[in-house]
């Protein structure tokens, strides 16, 4: 009998030895966070559904190669930030820069996208979401493997290709880019809710 309290390596070994229904908990177990890191990058909802599900079928198939250097979120990862990254080099999609104050104008004026507009009272995670919408790129990336995939910095590096030391700046400019964009586009929210 299968459970998903079993560990991620005794659920590799099971579908090494041909069963299927193992990968299945697997995925059960990444699906959110593998297809966060490909919207993350891609900023686009069918298509990171697409290449999260390319890249469960990539490991799938190359589950015998994996050597258990790192975790197997990490190979996970891995995995999916470079399918995501080669799909935006084949369509030749430019990631926004969201510091851009032409940017910035834009989705103040667009009333499909306007954050500022829509999170008042949701609460803090809602907040949170916004703001990495807002935030964009490789730094919403970098926080989302930290803090919820919790992936090491070592982690980090190893899935971005980037030493340790490298990953911790990316990801200590990250933090302060995202203070930077609660504290200039949601304090009257985050100050109800702290009043609250």
């Given amino acids: 009998m299968i459970t998903n309290t079993l560990t991620d390596q005794d659920l590799i070994s099971?579908?090494?030895a041909g069963d299927q229904r193992a990968f299945a908990l697997l995925v059960d177990r990444y699906k959110a966070m593998v297809?966060?890191?490909?919207?993350r990058i891609v900023h686009n909802r069918e298509d990171a559904e697409e290449l999260a599900q390319s890249a469960f079928v990539k490991a799938y198939r190359?589950?015998?190669?994996?050597?258990?250097q790192a975790k197997f979120s990490t190979w996970l990862y891995t995995i999916v930030h470079n399918l995501s990254l080669s799909f935006l080099r084949k369509h030749t999609?430019?990631?926004?820069?969201?510091?851009?104050?032409?940017?910035?104008?834009?989705?103040e004026s667009s009333n499909h996208t306007n954050a500022y507009s829509y999170v008042d009272g949701k609460g803090r995670q809602q907040i949170l979401q916004q703001a990495m919408l807002l935030l964009g790129?490789?730094?919403?990336?970098?926080?989302?493997?930290?803090?919820?995939?919790?992936?090491?910095?070592?982690?980090?590096?190893?899935?971005?290709?980037?030493e340790t030391n490298n990953a911790k700046v990316k990801l200590h400019r990250?933090?302060?880019r995202l203070k930077k964009i609660l504290e200039n586009n949601f304090a009257g929210e985050i100050t109800t809710l702290i009043n609250h």
């Fill in 137 to 162: 790129g490789d730094d919403a990336w970098m926080i989302s493997l930290y803090y919820q995939g919790e992936q090491s910095l070592e982690e980090i590096g190893r899935i971005m290709g980037i």
């Fill in 35 to 39: 297809f966060t890191v490909a919207f």
């Fill in 174 to 176: 990250a933090r302060l």
């Fill in 62 to 68: 190359s589950l015998a190669d994996y050597r258990q």
């Fill in 14 to 16: 099971k579908v090494i």
């Fill in 93 to 107: 999609l430019v990631t926004t820069d969201m510091e851009r104050p032409s940017v910035q104008h834009e989705m």
